[in-house]
């Protein structure tokens, strides 16, 4: 039986204040909860779930999970779950503590400067992992990477990239040495750059692209040459060409 | 004053069965909405505003739209509005009329295969848009065009981009003669292909990829090189960078 102090506690997660405040996140479904799990890369606090998800464990995980492991009914779930599908399952985890000596040398660094959208921002996330970049450099207004919509949309690449949030223009100048590239609409066209290894690569926000101060920054300007006649590309394809371009 | 049966007109047209009962379908916010009325590819049924969208019209626009302009308050707009933000206007507009005529020889159609997600499809038509692919084919299954999530996410490409519903396989079968490439997990890796310009590139379901008898039908499996361990890449990403390396 979920107390009314745990959904009320969970139900709050929902909001950033609360999650700095208790330094956890939420996530939610089969999937992506049992790839959390699996990765270790996040400590577990409380899982709920239906008895359907629990049968379906393996001894070793549920022998460590112990008294974490609440089981609980339907509809205890849908109060506590933020997706509509049935998910069978929610988890609570320890945010990850991050690194902060992080140097780009030798590496390409993804810096995201405001991004807002929670889905661009998860999709960001899972496109730098298939690429294999290991960190994402905000800016400290991009949209909080514990929001639930960002750690579903990750597909549990959350666990494999690490996320800094910081002044971006600051870390930028402490981080000189490094090319920067930023992803605007009037810059050079991205031609044949073939097996880049080390490089910053910057996306702007979704309606206003790279702010000045970061922009000023910029060693070159990038575009993704247009066939049509589409405004914009979004944030996370955009991300996507320029890092498969960069690694061939 | 908005009428009662307007609101229920506008409300009902959530729901594909009435977008198809009565051949329309909504559009929302000042940016969309003019974008569509400037370009002239959907006939103008109705426009609800609120006064401050009314006076920044120019008078050829205001005198075009005649009675089919209503002006309304915010409260009424917030009524027949689907999304959140205050979006000073909504439209209905007439669906377009597809010449399935559409002959793939000497360009570059994209074929969908069931994609579900409104937020990636709109995404996919806008990054069409960009390469200036023209015509995308999609299986019957694949979410409606005309999804307020697939028109608010299509950011105006809906204008430039025709796109057919059919049976995928069938249609593969009667246009025989383009090169079929099927993005999937395990195919060719997306080498260094350039100026390709003709082909049809297929993308699969989010969660089940290609079908069985799709698949059958193509003449080569891509893939995207991986670099790092994302289990997969959202539709929408992969569907930019096949784009962008086959237009180069």
């Known amino acids: 039986m979920l107390s009314k102090n745990s959904i009320k506690y969970i139900q709050s997660l929902q909001h950033k204040k609360f999650r700095d ?31 359907e998800w629990v049968d379906m464990l393996n001894d070793a995980t549920k022998l460590s999970l112990g008294s974490k492991l609440e089981v609980v009914l339907d509809f205890e779930l849908a109060k506590i779950a933020s997706f509509a599908t049935p998910n069978n399952v929610v988890a609570v985890f320890e945010k990850k503590i991050i690194n902060d000596s992080y140097q780009p040398k030798g590496r390409i660094t993804l810096l995201l400067d405001d991004i ?19 960190h994402i450099v905000c800016s400290n207004n991009t949209v909080d990477m514990y929001n639930s919509k960002v750690v579903q949309s990750t597909m549990a690449s959350l666990a494999r990239v690490n996320v800094i949030y910081t002044d971006l223009t600051s870390w930028m100048l402490k981080n000189v040495g490094v090319k920067k590239y930023a992803t605007t609409l009037n810059g050079n066209p991205l031609g044949n750059v073939k097996g880049i290894k080390e490089a910053m690569i910057i996306i702007g926000n979704e309606a206003n692209g790279i702010s ?26 955009a991300t996507g060409i320029i890092l498969h371009a960069f690694k061939q």
Chains 1, 2 share one sequence.
């Open 116 to 134: 807002q959208d929670p889905g661009n921002f998860g999709t960001i996330i899972r496109t730098a992992d298939w690429f294999g970049i290991t």
């Open 21 to 51: 405040e208790y330094n956890v996140f939420v996530a939610e479904g089969p999937k992506l909860v049992n790839e959390l799990l699996n990765t270790h890369s996040f400590v577990c606090r409380n899982v709920f779930a239906v008895e």
């Open 212 to 237: 000045e101060a970061v922009l000023q920054l910029a060693d070159e300007n990038i575009t993704i040459p247009k066939w049509g006649q589409a405004e914009s590309l979004n944030a996370a394809v």
